[in-house]
């Protein structure tokens, strides 16, 4: 069994979801207000015997207990993987590297080295740079700042770095393990980045490890980074540690942000002691590397960004540094780079400012509660005791117990019988509680369709017949989503979380049987089914919700529904009689 079975088997959806939302019963299935969208009729259901989750209402969308998260959190699969792994008790694997020794991985920063001199030539100097050149100045970076960051330019090309390198003597397997070439199926490597801003990340002791590249229009994505590799694990990198580490230690603080550019343009206008977290939250990796140059970590946070669960696990890096993490709220739709070099002072107000992680989190609860009422009271509760039940020290953990106490209006021995009741928290728990082996209905065209597509290359001329939506399996979606923009199978394969790896591998090596020369009708048919079975199970789906919705809306949903299974099934008898 993968591990992305081992998860959804361990973790029940209902209770992550009932986390966000309170679920009331509805014959076998549980419904709720939709936490995506705002409405007075409940049109978000979820499906025990499934596993699965649908709104009928605004959203129309629906998918298994991975999406729900990735779009309650706005965060990726991977991280939604992480988060339920830790939740469920299990270990994904970390991918085996094969042992590297010391000699060859100079041998990588060496490569990566002579790439940043030669994009930061580019940069400086290339006609194609034209462009490169006018966005850095449209951001205000002053020569210094390309300078110091080491700041580049890639040209538009497929072998323009590969040649430069390979002319000064670097082997090709090197320039390849570095991540700064990729190997195509048919066995040609090409340059990775191609006609971007590069922004070389280098370690605490001042080595490339890897690049992050930056397009120069409005194409997506905005970034891309190197991919894994011996000397780069995006989940271990700090942006700006080579530069920033001595501030931090001499001010005994350090800032974390978000982007290259806000880390880039700190610097330019004094604020030394900044860094970024390549991702939208901390891990533990990091905190640890950070923790012996400062016990004093405020996260640089635009208002909504956060995710609860995101937020939950910080709480937990604060027994880890054995400190309080702050919390710098931006003014809203303002990037912090933006704040920084309109008025510095504001922004050196803003630090002071800083609010305790924890304090930060009950402001951002209440804000949306009437503390009036009952049900909101109880739902203060409900959000931040788990929150509470986090913090190791006793100290801490009485203050904000009394804090909520107060808040609610509750004696405090009310509040401690609850918390009693939690422990252990569910962001501490590591081994599950033993809950009914739950098997969510897998159905197998969603892999068949998956593996004739990448065993087939000449089908994706027909990818725009399924939608990412057809999918039910978060790991299936995830592939196919990825498919769309990756060129072909090798580049699929970095593009996709390393958890997924185990499950792409069993699509790719699939064995089908040998179809000769009518790959094609098999791939559309297939296509048709799968759209059929969403349609399907819409249709089923909003039957067992009848009755607790907006009749009309229902009404031309399921006559929408029914229209197009129609269409479909007249397109396949078409396509029967026709063959
Ligand atoms: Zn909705």
């Not at 959806?13 to 995506?36: S, W």
């Not at 003597?169 to 570095?178: C, K, M, P, Q, V």
């Not at 993490?325 to 510095?344: A, C, H, N, T």
Request: hydrophobic share 40%; aromatic share 6%; glycine share 4%.
């Amino acid at each position: 069994m993968s591990t992305i079975d081992e998860i959804k088997q361990k973790i029940d959806i209902a209770e992550v979801i009932g986390q966000y939302v309170t679920l009331k019963k509805a014959g076998r299935n549980l419904t709720a207000p939709c936490p995506f969208h705002s409405e007075k009729h409940a049109s978000f259901f979820v499906f025990p015997e499934r596993q699965s989750w649908h709104c009928f209402g605004a959203c129309a969308t629906g998918g298994d207990v991975f999406s729900f998260l990735m779009k309650k959190e706005g965060i990726e699969f991977g991280e939604a993987l992480r988060i339920l792994a830790e939740k469920a008790g299990v270990v994904i694997p970390t991918r085996v590297e094969p042992g590297i020794k010391k000699e060859e991985k100079d041998d990588l920063y060496r490569a990566s080295e002579a790439a940043t001199l030669y994009f930061n030539n580019l940069l400086l100097n290339a006609p194609a740079a034209e462009k490169a050149r006018n966005y850095v100045a449209k951001r205000g970076f002053t020569p210094k700042t390309i300078a110091d960051f080491q700041l580049g330019f890639s040209l538009d090309a497929w072998e323009a770095l590969k040649t430069h390198l390979l002319e000064r003597g670097h082997s090709e397997s090197n320039i390849l393990t570095a991540g700064l070439i990729y190997q195509a199926e048919n066995g040609q490597t090409h340059d990775r980045f191609r006609g971007k801003l590069m922004i070389p990340i280098r370690d605490s002791r001042g080595r490339v490890t890897g690049f992050g590249a930056r397009v120069l229009d409005n194409s997506l994505p905005k970034y891309i980074n190197s991919p894994q590799t011996p000397t780069f694990d995006k989940s271990a990198t700090l942006y700006g540690i080579d530069l920033a580490a001595a501030a931090i230690r001499k001010q005994d603080k350090a800032i974390i942000m978000e982007g290259y550019m806000d880390v880039i343009m700190a610097h330019q206008c004094g604020v030394t002691n900044a860094i970024a977290s390549m991702g939208t939250a901390i891990t533990e990796t990091q905190v640890n590397t950070l923790k012996k140059l400062s016990r004093n970590l405020v996260l640089s946070l635009d208002a909504d960004a956060a995710g609860e669960e995101a937020m939950l696990r910080t709480v937990v890096y604060e027994n880890v540094l054995n400190a309080e993490i702050r919390v710098l709220l931006l003014p809203e739709g303002k990037d912090p780079d933006e704040v920084i070099s309109e008025d510095i002072g504001k922004w050196q107000d803003l630090v002071i400012k800083a609010a305790p992680l924890i304090d930060f989190m009950f402001a951002k609860t209440i804000a949306r509660l009437d503390l009036t009422t009952a049900r909101d009271k109880s739902l203060a509760v409900e959000r931040l005791l788990p929150v509470l039940a986090a913090i190791s020290d006793p100290i801490r953990q009485a203050h904000y117990l009394q804090k909520l106490a107060g808040l609610v209006k509750v004696d405090m021995n009310t509040i401690k019988a609850s918390l009693n009741r939690l422990k252990p928290s569910p962001a501490r728990r590591r081994t599950p509680l033993p809950k009914p082996a739950i098997r969510a209905v897998k159905d197998p065209r969603e892999e068949y369709c998956l593996a004739l597509l990448l065993q087939h290359p000449e089908l994706k001329e027909h990818i725009a017949e399924v939608s990412p939506e057809y999918f039910e399996s978060s790991e299936n979606r995830e592939i196919f989503k990825a498919y769309k923009m990756a060129p072909d199978v090798v580049l699929l394969k970095e593009q996709v979380d390393p958890a997924i790896h185990e499950h792409l591998d069993t699509i790719i090596n699939r064995n089908i049987p040998a179809l000769t020369n009518n790959i094609e009708p098999k791939f559309l048919d297939c296509a048709l089914e799968l759209r059929r079975r969403y349609l399907r199970s819409l249709a089923a789906r909003k039957a067992e919700s009848a009755g607790t919705e907006d009749d009309q809306a229902r009404l031309e949903a399921d006559m929408e529904i029914s229209r197009q299974l129609k269409e479909l099934d007249a397109r396949r008898s078409r396509k029967h009689n026709s063959s």
